[in-house]
Every structure is written in structure tokens, then in C-alpha cells.
């Protein structure tokens, strides 16, 4: 009787972790594509004006998990998620309320809505002062490596 108590309990442990850590996973249509076609997804961000839209950044929860990219979300590298960019690339994120800008680093996939544009680490955000607000226009542009 007193395994039987101990299985349960051990089983709702299980299943409480598995949907704490699915709550940071990301389960969208982009996903199925890891590779996208480089010229056709950065052609609207490697444009003077680059690509406007909403950004938003990661919540508490997911400090420590596995992105996308294999590596694990830290809060205070400059790093963030999209639905399609590739992997490993350098964009430059404008704020357009107060015109601070970062570079980012994608390593994750967020799932693609039509208001949410960009995930932003918490650093990236903290660096763009967006984090009272939660969310801001952007405006995304592609960094060339040799631009740096």
C-alpha cells in the first residue's frame, strides 16, 4: 500500500515538471522548418528599414532550459527567439519609443503570432527598456558579421 502512495505521488511529480517544462517549449508550424530558404526569410530584415513588429521577452521559467539551438536560455546573454530567421544569426533590434537599439543572437523558435513578433532574452530587453512595459514596436534589421 504504502509503494502504491509512493508511485502516485511520484507520478504527479512527473507530470507537474512535464507541463512546467512544456510551458517554455515552443510547438509551432515554424518548427517544422529548421532550415529555412536563408534568401527568402532575411530579405524583408536585410533592408535599410528592416522588419516592424511587436517584441516581448522570456519569462522567469525558462531560465535554464534548452532552446531551439541546443543551447540553454540564459536571462543575461543577448539572445531571442523567431519563428523563421536561421539559427545563430545576428539582427539588430530597435526599440522605436525610445530608439535604443542591441544585437541579438536567434537561438530559439517562438511560435509565430500575428502580434508577437520576437522573444528577447531579459538582458536584451533590460537593454532596449522594455521590461516595465512587457512588450514594444521594434524594428529588426540582419547584422553582417563583418559589420562588427
Do not use: W
Amino acid at each position: 500500500m504504502k509503494t502504491r502512495k509512493v508511485f502516485i505521488t511520484h507520478l504527479i511529480l512527473y507530470l507537474v515538471m512535464l507541463f512546467i517544462n512544456i510551458g517554455c517549449q515552443t510547438f509551432s508550424q515554424t518548427q517544422k522548418v529548421d532550415n529555412p530558404d536563408p534568401a527568402q526569410v532575411t530579405s524583408n530584415y536585410s533592408e535599410p528599414d528592416g522588419a516592424v513588429g511587436i517584441a516581448r521577452y522570456y519569462k522567469k521559467r525558462c531560465n535554464g532550459r534548452r532552446t531551439t539551438s541546443g543551447e540553454i536560455y540564459n536571462p543575461k546573454k543577448l539572445t531571442a527567439a523567431h519563428p523563421n530567421l536561421p539559427l545563430g544569426r545576428l539582427v539588430k533590434v530597435e526599440n522605436l519609443s525610445n530608439n535604443k537599439t542591441t544585437i541579438v543572437k536567434i537561438n530559439d523558435r517562438c511560435r509565430n503570432h500575428e502580434e508577437i513578433f520576437i522573444d528577447l532574452s531579459r538582458e536584451a530587453a533590460r537593454k532596449l527598456g522594455i521590461l516595465k512595459q512587457g512588450k514594444t514596436n521594434i524594428r529588426i534589421t540582419i547584422v553582417d558579421k563583418n559589420d562588427l
